[in-house]
C-alpha cells in the first residue's frame, strides 16, 4: 500500500512526459481574437479560484495560531 | 561569529553518517558525472545522475536532522528547496535574456514525428532512429513559425530556456511544487509563529498559489476550442553526443482551448488577465515574473531561517537539561558528538575512568553492576533523552565508573565531555548558567548513588 503510495504520484508526473503535443507552458503570442472578452467571460473560474485561497488561507492562518 | 560559523558547519554536514559512506557517495557520484560527459549526455542528464546517489543520502540524513532539531530542520529543508526553484527560474531568465533562449516548456522531444520532419528537411539521416531524448538547443521561430537569420544571416539558435530539469515545466509541476511549499511553510509557522519572515513568505505563497491554481484549472478543466490559432513544429537531429537540436520547421493551424489561446499566461503577466482588463501593457513576461514571484518567496524564507538558525537546538539535549536557557541549549548543541553503538555494546564497563557522560537519542541501555561474586546485576533500563555517566565525573568520591552500561538496541548518543559537564554542574559562573541544571545534575548524582548502594547490597 506503502509502495503504491509512493508511485502513483511519480507515475502520473512520469506520463506528463509522453503528452509532446500538449501546448507548450507560456511561449508564443496570444491567439487571434483572445482578449479582454475571453477572460471576462471566466471571472466566475477566476472569482472562484479567489475564494477557494481565500479560504484556505483562512484555514491555514487559524490551524498557525491555534494555541498548542 | 565562532559559534555561528559553527552551526552552520554542523548543520549542513552529515551528522548521522558515516564519512566513509559520504565518501563513497561522493566517488560514485563523481563517476556517474563523468560517464554521463564522455557519453554527450545533454546537462540535464548530467545533472541528474551527478545528484542521483546524494538522494538516499539526504533523505536519511534529512529524517535525523528532523527527529534531532525538530521544526528548524524542517524549515531548514523547506528553505534549500525553494532556493533550488528560485535557481531554476533565475537560470530559465538568464537562458532567455543572454543565451537567445526560446521558451518552448517542456522541450521538444526527438520521437518519430519531429524525427520525420528533419529527416524531411535533410536534417538528419533518415536512418537514425529517434532517441526520445528532450532537445537542449532551439533554432528560433519567427514569423510563420520558421527560422530567425540573425544580421551575419546564420540561423539564430539558444537553449530551450526551460532552466535544467525542463521535462519538469509542466503546469501540475508547478501546481504541486507550490502547495507543498505553501502548505509546509504553514507547518513551519505553526511552530515560528513570531517569524515575521515567514510571513511574509506565506503571503507570497497564497498570490502564486492562486496564479497556478487558475493556470492549471484552465489547462485540464477548460478544453473548448474557440480561437484560431496555431502550433509550433519542430524538426529534431542530433548536433553531439546525445545532444539534440529542435529546428524550428513552420507552424500548422490549429483550434486552441483558453489556456493555449492565452491562459497560460495567468493573471498578471503579459497578455494574462489584468492586462486584457485594464489595457496596461507593461507587465513583465510569465518566466519573468515567476522568477520575481520566487525570489518575493525565498528571500524571506531564507531570513526566517537564519533568524531561527540563531538558537538551533537538539530536542533531546533539551529534554536531560529542561533547566538551560534557550542560548545555552543552542550552544551545548554545537559541542555534543554523536555516537552510535551496536545492539549488545558495552558503551562503557564499571571502573573505566569516566571521561565523558552521554544523553540518549535514541535507543535504550541497561545500567549493570557487577556483584563481589562477579555475577551482573541489572539495576535500571534508560531511554530516549535520559542521561548516564554523570557519576564518575561529578562525584568529587570517585572518578571512576559505577556501572557498565550496555546498549540492549541499536544505540545514538550525544556525547558531553567532562570540561563541558563539570561547567554544567558549576556554581562559579561558568558557560552555562543555570542553578536549575546544576541542582537538578546534583540531584541525580545522589538519587542514583543511593540507588546503587542500594542494589549492590
Known amino acids: ?68 | 561569529m565562532n559559534y555561528t560559523l559553527k552551526r552552520f558547519e554542523k548543520f549542513f554536514s552529515f551528522e548521522s553518517i558515516n564519512i566513509r559512506i559520504v565518501l563513497l557517495t561522493a566517488f560514485i557520484s563523481y563517476l556517474l558525472q563523468i560517464n554521463a560527459i564522455i557519453s554527450g549526455e545533454p546537462l540535464y542528464l548530467i545533472a541528474f545522475y551527478t545528484l542521483l546517489p546524494w538522494i538516499p543520502l539526504c533523505l536519511f540524513e534529512g529524517i535525523w536532522k528532523v527527529q534531532n532539531y525538530a521544526a528548524v530542520a524542517l524549515l531548514g529543508l523547506f528553505t534549500i528547496l525553494q532556493i533550488g526553484h528560485f535557481a531554476e527560474h533565475l537560470i530559465q531568465v538568464l537562458q532567455i535574456e543572454l543565451g537567445n533562449g526560446t521558451v518552448a516548456c517542456p522541450p521538444p522531444i526527438d520521437n518519430a514525428v519531429n524525427a520525420a520532419r528533419g529527416v524531411a528537411l535533410g536534417l538528419r539521416d533518415a536512418a537514425l532512429a529517434p532517441s526520445f531524448y528532450s532537445v537542449e538547443s532551439i533554432i528560433k521561430p519567427g514569423a510563420g513559425g520558421q527560422p530567425i537569420l540573425g544580421p551575419d544571416g546564420t540561423l539564430v539558435s539558444g537553449p530551450a530556456a526551460c532552466a535544467v530539469f525542463g521535462q519538469l515545466d509542466l503546469e501540475i509541476v508547478h501546481l504541486v511544487w507550490e502547495l507543498f511549499g505553501l502548505f509546509g511553510t504553514a507547518f513551519v509557522l505553526y511552530y515560528f509563529r513570531k517569524n515575521i519572515f515567514l510571513w511574509i513568505a506565506f503571503a507570497g505563497l497564497c498570490w502564486h498559489a492562486l496564479e497556478h491554481l487558475t493556470i492549471t484549472y484552465f489547462y485540464y478543466f477548460d478544453q473548448e476550442q474557440l480561437w484560431d490559432g496555431f502550433r509550433q513544429l519542430w524538426a529534431t537531429y542530433p548536433a553531439q553526443g546525445n545532444s539534440y537540436v529542435a529546428h524550428a520547421a513552420g507552424q500548422e493551424a490549429a483550434k486552441l482551448n483558453f489556456y493555449e489561446a492565452g491562459g497560460k499566461f495567468g493573471l498578471m503577466a503579459k497578455h494574462g488577465m489584468f492586462e486584457q482588463l485594464t489595457g496596461f501593457s507593461g507587465m513583465p513576461g510569465r518566466a519573468h515574473l515567476h522568477m520575481g514571484y520566487n525570489l518575493f518567496i525565498t528571500i524571506p524564507t531564507v531570513l526566517g531561517f537564519l533568524w531561527e538558525f540563531r538558537t538551533i537546538s537538539n530536542k533531546y539535549i533539551q529534554m536531560a537539561f529542561s533547566g538551560l536557557s534557550k542560548n545555552d541549549i543552542a550552544k551545548l548543541t554545537q559541542e555534543v558528538r554523536i555516537s552510535k553503538f551496536g545492539k549488545g555494546d558495552i558503551v562503557f564497563n564499571q571502573g573505566d575512568i569516566a571521561d565523558k557522560c552521554y544523553i540518549i537519542s535514541r535507543g535504550k541501555v541497561d545500567v549493570i553492576i557487577q556483584g563481589s561474586s562477579g555475577s551482573e546485576n541489572v539495576i535500571a533500563q534508560l531511554g530516549v533523552g535520559q542521561i548516564f555517566g554523570e557519576i564518575g565525573i561529578l562525584d568529587q568520591d570517585n572518578s571512576r565508573r559505577t556501572a557498565t552500561i550496555r546498549a540492549t538496541t541499536r544505540l545514538e548518543c550525544l556525547e558531553i565531555n567532562a570540561e563541558t559537564l563539570k561547567d554544567l554542574a558549576s556554581d562559579s559562573g561558568g558557560r552555562f548558567s543555570s542553578e536549575e541544571t546544576k541542582s537538578q545534575l546534583i540531584d541525580l548524582v545522589l538519587e542514583r548513588k543511593d540507588d546503587l548502594l542500594s542494589k549492590a547490597q
Open chain 1, 1 to 68: 500500500m506503502r509502495t503504491a503510495l509512493l508511485l502513483i504520484p511519480n507515475l502520473v508526473l512520469a506520463s506528463q512526459l509522453f503528452w509532446t503535443n500538449v501546448a507548450s507552458a507560456a511561449s508564443g503570442p496570444l491567439a487571434e481574437g483572445f482578449g479582454r472578452d475571453a477572460w471576462l467571460d471566466k471571472l466566475h473560474v477566476v472569482g472562484g479560484v479567489v475564494l477557494l485561497v481565500a479560504a484556505l488561507t483562512v484555514f491555514l492562518v487559524l490551524m498557525i495560531l491555534k494555541s498548542r
